[in-house]
T-cell receptor, first 113, second 113 residues
């Protein structure tokens, strides 16, 4: 059973544009939602994370939007750059990290000049 | 560089064989997680060890086993290998039992022929 559904599978964005990746979850007990970034040949690395007590969190060009009632959260990359080209994974866990992370299937982002 | 090391980087073997993947966590980290990454399934949590003890199990096959040694390094043993076991295997570590930020190693790419 896939508990975190991520879309789209792949995304092509022009340089300077906005990249948007969406995730939906089923388990209402989830209370920690991180995004991981993975470059080819590397392991995933934590990019940004949010808890359900806020609806938005911004770090530089990266923003997480969270909609608790819809059980959805999304990653927005503003002013997308070729260096942002990577695979992005959303994830969720329960109890502030008290359970193993459940990952979405990933979105391969390509930012073209 | 996350500080997590994995060996070997690449492994090619035949069906029916057994292999051992090794992970050294970041200095001071007590938790080690193993993940399998395949194209169609994304990142799948396999198993977690904390300070030498198994703490959580995910979608790990009975043919797979792991352990964490007193020096905190961990090994993932895969036996009776099948073609479908070909994947990237990642190890991650974190300081405490459950930690929101997991630091991933570079992975071991396993190819079963």
């Amino acid at each position: 059973q896939q508990q975190v559904k991520q879309s789209p599978q792949s995304l092509i964005v022009q340089k300077g544009g906005i990249s948007i990746i969406n995730c939906a979850y089923e388990n209402t007990a989830f209370d920690y939602f991180p995004w991981y970034q993975q470059f080819p040949g590397k392991g995933p690395a934590l990019l940004i994370a949010i808890r359900p007590d806020v609806s938005e969190k911004k770090e530089g060009r990266f923003t997480i939007s969270f909609n608790k009632s819809a059980k959805q959260f999304s990653l927005h990359i503003m002013d997308s750059q070729p260096g942002d080209s990577a695979t992005y994974f959303c994830a969720a866990s329960i109890g502030s990290g008290n359970t193993p992370l459940v990952f979405g299937k990933g979105t391969r982002l390509s930012v073209i000049a | 560089d996350s500080g997590v090391t994995q060996t070997p980087k690449h492994l090619i073997t035949a069906t029916g064989q057994r292999v051992t993947l090794r992970c050294s966590p970041r200095s001071g980290d007590l938790s080690v997680y193993w993940y399998q990454q395949s194209l169609d399934q994304g990142l799948q949590f396999l198993i977690q060890y904390y300070n030498g003890e198994e703490r959580a199990k995910g979608n790990i096959l009975e043919r797979f086993s792991a352990q964490q040694f007193p020096d905190l390094h961990s090994e993932l043993n895969l036996s009776s290998l099948e073609l479908g076991d070909s994947a990237l295997y990642f190890c991650a570590s974190s300081p405490r039992l459950y930690q929101e930020t997991q630091y991933f190693g570079p992975g071991t790419r396993l190819l079963v022929l």
